[in-house]
């Protein structure tokens, strides 16, 4: 059972000494297993590593965020909003997958819902790109379906200088790329770019 939905809010001051030692579940350290937990807990444990993939290209990005901003942070709220919605709801199991009654989501609805309120989450409107200042020089631009934070970090060339900025005039075609990725599996074409 994931940790309550409420305490993710509060201020976390672990005992330093026996048995936490410092460390709570909801901790940032813990936020991936939280995850894990809530995706198994709504029942979407065939979705466990689509979600870890896609979270993955995004490991490291958090250091040049705000708290708040968080990839893994955001998403374990998203679950366990959506935990507290599932429990403060009546759902009817059903033994067809397809079958809906009022009430109950399929798993494909689920995933749908949980899809779009992680786009809305801010690190997903981050972009960045290697750019040595010197025109015509194209920049290198970080597309995260395609390279993880840290592969593009260590790309470097020469005297390129990282930029990192929040955009969210040019993503709608990002946030439809993701959405497809995490519910279909696909990754957008060289043609379609990213």
Do not use: N
């Given at each position: 059972m994931p940790p309550r939905l409420r305490s993710q809010y509060e201020r976390h001051s672990p005992e330093r000494?026996?048995?936490?030692?410092?460390?709570?579940?909801?901790?940032?350290v813990h936020a991936i297993f939280v995850i894990a937990r809530a995706l198994a807990q709504l029942g979407l444990n065939d979705w466990l590593a689509q979600v870890m993939h896609w979270l993955g290209n995004?490991?490291?990005?958090?250091?040049?965020?705000?708290?708040?901003?968080?990839?893994?942070?955001?998403?374990?709220?998203?679950?366990?909003?959506?935990?507290t919605k599932q429990e403060s709801s009546v759902l009817e199991p059903t033994s067809d997958p397809c079958e809906m009654r009022p009430g109950a989501l399929n798993s494909m609805a689920l995933?749908?819902?949980?899809?779009?309120?992680?786009?809305?989450?801010?690190f997903v409107s981050y972009c960045a790109s290697w750019d040595a200042g010197?025109?015509?020089?194209?920049?290198?631009?970080?597309?995260?379906?395609?390279?993880?934070?840290?592969?593009?970090?260590?790309?470097?060339?020469?005297?390129?200088?990282?930029s990192v900025w929040y955009s969210e005039?040019?993503?709608?075609?990002?946030?439809?790329?993701?959405?497809?990725f995490l519910l279909l599996g696909t990754l957008p074409t060289e043609r379609e770019g990213a």
């Open positions: 000494g026996y048995p936490q030692f410092g460390r709570d579940e909801m901790d940032r995004y490991d490291g990005l958090e250091t040049m965020l705000e708290d708040w901003e968080d990839p893994v942070i955001g998403v374990r709220k998203v679950l366990l909003d959506h935990i995933k749908q819902a949980i899809v779009a309120d992680c786009l809305k989450l801010d010197v025109p015509p020089r194209a920049r290198r631009v970080w597309v995260p379906l395609r390279q993880s934070w840290m592969e593009f970090r260590e790309s470097r060339e020469g005297e390129e200088h990282k005039s040019a993503q709608p075609r990002q946030r439809r790329q993701l959405s497809d």
